[in-house]
């Protein structure tokens, strides 16, 4: 807004108010009194602008974006905890329970048992919030003595913990807020409420989908992938638990019967056909192939919650295998084994599967 105000600007305004038989040379009087003020009204104007863009929110950041969202009742939604199933095993890899509280560690981060789910499996919680509790599989060290525990095993990843919602989520979140009117269980209300619920990354809501007072709400996790059973029967008991469907006991309207599903996952295999720069084999160029199909994927998942339908395409596939340095051209692409893109429905998501590259 400001952008002309520089201070050569400033400071030709300036010594044009000057009457002219005066010396207004560099190095004159006039001249080294007038541009330090030049210099300050110029930095003056620098931080308008900057004010200028903090007051509205398309452009705020920070706490200034947060002040603004919350005048309409939204706030930043902080980091969360993730949920994890842990394996306990006594000598001979005989299940075994383990006390309710007991700690264990796997490298730098902290586990807590809080609740059984059988003999022998558990749901862990990181104490660490945000998405490093999602990442480490493997064996879990006792922090204090557990009597008869030989083994402990880190499994799978029942609620993906969240870091804390960034500014460009909290600005989006902000805007569907103001401009989709959710309201009594119309559809942006349903979105709103199940965006917001912990170890969900979105949602699809499905109205009228089963006759009428039904709605179907298919969602992805936090991490862009198919959720677990635990986390959907979790998001179905806060909706419209099963036991008490239509009743309004949960979140939804009375006379609203919700099924909560969640995003079907469709491996896809990818073969193609690769030619090389001199000097350069398949094996040196596999992994990075693997991980510019991988980042492809991953983009379409996250988009997967603001698309009717999601389509892997032949193209993108090609361009993105030509970014890996190394390769000069590829042919004969072919997914899940034959050649033309792979239309999903509305509640699929795309899984890369076996990548097969040849020359």
């Not at 004010?51 to 603004?68: I, V």
């Not at 309207?253 to 073969?271: L, M, N, R, S, Y």
């Not at 001199?278 to 994927?297: H, K, P």
Request: aromatic share 6%.
């Amino acid at each position: 807004m400001y952008e002309n105000q520089t201070y050569e600007a400033i400071l030709r305004r300036m010594l044009g108010r000057v009457p002219e038989q005066i010396d207004k040379r560099e190095g004159s009087i006039i001249y080294d009194a007038l541009a330090p003020a030049a210099a300050e009204l110029a930095q003056m104007y620098m931080e308008l602008d900057v004010n200028h863009d903090l007051s509205f929110a398309d452009t705020a950041t920070g706490e200034y974006l947060e002040r603004r969202t919350l005048e309409f009742g939204i706030e930043r939604e902080p980091a969360t905890k993730a949920r994890r199933k842990g394996l306990f095993f006594a000598s001979g890899q005989v299940p075994m329970d383990v006390p309710a509280g007991s700690r264990f560690s796997i490298r730098n981060l902290d586990y807590t048992a809080i609740s059984k789910i059988k003999t022998g499996e558990w749901i862990l919680e990181c104490e660490t919030a945000g998405t490093a509790g999602n990442q480490e599989f493997g064996t879990l060290l006792p922090i204090e003595y557990v009597d008869g525990l030989a083994r402990a095993e880190l499994g799978e990843v029942l609620v993906p913990g969240e870091d804390a919602e960034n500014d460009e989520a909290l600005r989006q979140r902000y805007l569907e807020v103001v401009n989709e009117q959710p309201f009594g269980g119309n559809v942006a209300d349903y979105k709103q409420k199940i965006s917001s619920m912990d170890g969900v990354g979105g949602v699809k809501i499905f109205p009228v989908w089963n006759g009428g007072g039904t709605v179907k709400a298919t969602m992805i996790s936090s991490q862009y992938t198919s959720p677990s059973q635990e986390l959907i029967e979790e998001v179905q008991t806060i909706l419209d638990p099963e036991k008490n469907h239509g009743e309004g006991i949960g979140l939804a309207p009375i006379g609203h019967t919700v099924t909560v599903a969640g995003a079907e996952g469709v491996v896809i295999d990818v073969t193609a056909t690769l030619t090389l720069a001199n000097d350069t084999t398949i094996g040196q160029v596999q992994s990075d192939v693997e991980d510019a199909l991988q980042s492809y994927f991953g983009q379409l998942r996250q988009n997967w919650a603001h698309e009717s339908a999601l389509a892997v395409r032949v193209a993108q596939i090609d361009a993105r295998i030509l970014t890996v340095t190394g390769v000069v051209d590829v042919s004969h692409t072919l997914l899940n084994g034959q050649a033309g893109n792979i239309q999903l429905t509305e509640e699929q998501i795309p899984l890369l599967g076996k990548v097969t590259l040849d020359e």
